[in-house]
Each structure stands twice: as C-alpha cells, then as structure tokens.
C-alpha cells in the first residue's frame, strides 16, 4: 500500500537524519566509499511507502549531507574518485530501488481501481448474482441475491450454496440437483432443464430463471 506523501516525506526524512547521525558518531570508522551507508535504509523506505518522489528526495538530501559535511566539507564540489564512486553508485541503486517500487505502487493502484470497477459492476448489475468457490461454499452475494434469498454476504459467507441457493422443482417440489457440483464437476456452464423455485431464508417459494457459470484461474481450473 502506498502511503500519503506527507507521512512518505516525513519518514524519509526522519530516516535520513539518523544516518546522518550514524554517520557522524563513526565517521572515522568510513572511508569515502561507505559514506553514504547509513543513508540506504533512508532510501529503500522512501521508496516503500512513496515510490519515485519520495526517493528522490531522499537520494538529493543524503548526497547534500555526505557531500557538504563529509566529503568535501563547505563545499558541494566533490573531486575525491572514491567519493565520486561512491556517489554514483548510491545514486543508481537508489533511483534503481524507487523505480521498481514506483512501478508496483502503480501496479497496486490499478488493480485495487479494476477491483473497484469489478465491486461496481457486481453491485449494479440488474440479475441476482452468488458466487460460490470450487468447493460450493458461498463467497459473496449482490445486492439483489441479497434482497431474493434473504441472506447477507456476511451471514452467507461460508455456507453451502445450497442453504442459500435452496431451489426446488416447481413441478414436483423436490430440491434441485447441486449446480456448484454439477459445474465443477463438468466445467461447463449449467442451463436449468425445468422450470425452479427459489425458497427464501423465511419459507416463501418464488419462481426465478437460473444458471451457473464457472469461474477460472489463469492456469485454466475452476476457482
């Protein structure tokens, strides 16, 4: 999850002030090639919560301190090689870190938008919708199904579809075969074959059109 950018910004920074900390109590301890090791941390923080800004911000911060108060002191012209080694490889692998991560914060907010759009849709739909996993117990229910069986999603969630789903033959009044089942078993879609009534949660019957799809993962079974 990407956080707000004030709470991305503060974290950061708060990250880089330790380094800078760190950096000052065993700066005898660095050569011109670990100077900027404390600050990593900093990095790869900025680019969890906030991705690419957050990093870049982070990365320009680090370098002005090393640079200004280790390396070149009272100056931000940097001509030590080892310094500007190190300089360029904190700069490439930080940039490297807050892009990949800018890269799955966009992947995560498309998903959770088409997740979104898909909530949208199942709710608005003009059919009574239950979804059901493989094993035939119940996952969620539309606004409509709700309204039709009586039940919630919270309360149905978890129960055989059968409990919910309680259809029985108008001609004979005995219960319906288990579409789930039948689904899963044949993979196809089900087409009822005789007209059906739907018994609600409270005991009335009313006659309803059904049919039962499945739903597969990218390797092709039915979730």
């Known amino acids: 999850m990407k956080f707000l950018p004030k709470t991305a910004y503060t974290a950061a920074l708060l990250a880089v002030l330790l380094g800078w900390i760190a950096l000052a109590i065993m700066k005898d301890r660095y050569g011109p090639v670990f100077a900027f090791a404390p600050f990593l941390p900093a990095a790869m923080i900025a680019a969890w919560l906030g991705g690419l800004a957050p990093t870049l911000f982070t990365v320009a911060f680090s370098c002005l301190i090393v640079i200004y108060f280790f390396l070149a002191p009272g100056t931000l012209i940097l001509r030590d090689k080892d310094g500007l080694t190190a300089l360029v490889?904190?700069?490439?692998?930080?940039?490297?870190?807050?892009?990949?991560?800018?890269?799955?914060?966009?992947?995560?907010?498309?998903?959770?938008?088409?997740?979104?759009?898909?909530?949208?849709?199942?709710?608005?739909?003009?059919?009574?919708?239950?979804?059901?996993?493989?094993e035939g117990k119940v996952a969620s229910l539309n606004p409509l199904a709700e309204r039709l069986t009586g039940w919630t999603t919270a309360e149905a969630a978890g129960q055989p579809i059968a409990s919910v789903l309680s259809l029985v033959y108008e001609r004979t009044g005995e219960a319906a075969e288990d579409r789930i089942a039948h689904v899963v078993e044949s993979g196809r879609p089900y087409g009822p074959e005789e007209q059906v009534l739907l018994q609600t949660r409270d005991g009335q019957r009313t006659p309803i059109e059904e049919s039962a799809a499945p739903i597969r993962d990218p390797s092709g079974a039915v979730t």
């Open 89 to 134: 490889i904190f700069v490439s692998l930080n940039l490297s870190t807050g892009l990949l991560a800018e890269s799955l914060h966009k992947a995560r907010r498309a998903a959770e938008a088409a997740r979104a759009r898909l909530a949208a849709i199942f709710a608005s739909m003009g059919d009574a919708v239950i979804v059901a996993d493989a």
